[in-house]
């Protein structure tokens, strides 16, 4: 499995904004559509916002559209999740999730867990004043 890890989290007050990075180490995200995930203590894992491994495909979840911004660059083969204006409610722990999709899949951009295989350890978002 590709191995992923999350960096850029940290304590942010409400209305400001963080960079999330995911990476891939010793291996590159490119070919490979990405979501973004968060996981609150109790509550299921929710997605957030992915990425087609083309980059015209994006998707969000309505809570945070207008708000956060994913975007990848292929040439450091890393994505990224540019968390703005947060809310108390945005504190979870954020994961990156990978799926490789060349060719016909480009466009491929899933927003639930199953469409991903490999899976980042999370990095913690904590929103408070």
């Known amino acids: 499995q590709l191995p992923l890890v999350e960096s850029g989290g940290g304590l942010v007050h409400p209305g400001g904004s963080l960079r999330l990075t995911c990476a891939a180490t010793?291996?590159?995200?490119?070919?490979?559509?990405v979501g973004w995930f968060r996981r609150v203590p109790g509550k299921e894992r929710e997605g957030v916002a992915c990425?087609?491994?083309?980059?015209?495909?994006?998707k969000y979840v309505d809570s945070v559209r207008g708000r956060f911004s994913i975007s990848r660059d292929d040439e450091n083969g890393t994505v990224y999740l540019h968390v703005s204006d947060v809310k108390p409610d945005d504190t979870a722990v954020y994961y990156c999730?990978?799926?490789?999709?060349?060719?016909?899949?480009?466009?491929?951009?899933?927003?639930?867990?199953?469409?991903?295989?490999?899976w980042g350890q999370g990095t913690q978002v904590t929103v408070s004043s």
């Open positions: 999730a990978a799926t490789f999709s060349p060719g016909d899949r480009s466009r491929l951009c899933p927003l639930t867990t199953s469409g991903f295989g490999a």
């Open positions: 010793g291996s590159s995200l490119k070919f490979h559509a």
């Open positions: 990425i087609s491994s083309s980059g015209a495909n994006i």
